[in-house]
């Protein structure tokens, strides 16, 4: 009698321990669809950097320009 109560506090032990061990979260894999909209969103980001790049060279060309024809004109 007393060995089959000491085996049931046993078993509920354990059946308590493996209640209260913490579930390892699984890491959720990215997927192709994810990886590719992100590839497709930094080339559009880089593709417009470069627009703004090319846009203020052309004004600092221009303004390099007038000032020069300034310049001339002065004299």
Known sequence: ?????????NKNKNNNENKTK???KKKKKTTTTTKKKKKKKNKN???NKNKKKKKKKKKNILI???????LKDAR
């Open 45 to 47: 980001k880089n593709k």
């Open 22 to 24: 913490k579930k390892k």
């Open 1 to 9: 009698m007393k060995k089959k109560k000491k085996e049931k506090k």
């Open 64 to 70: 390099k320009q007038n000032f020069e024809k300034q």
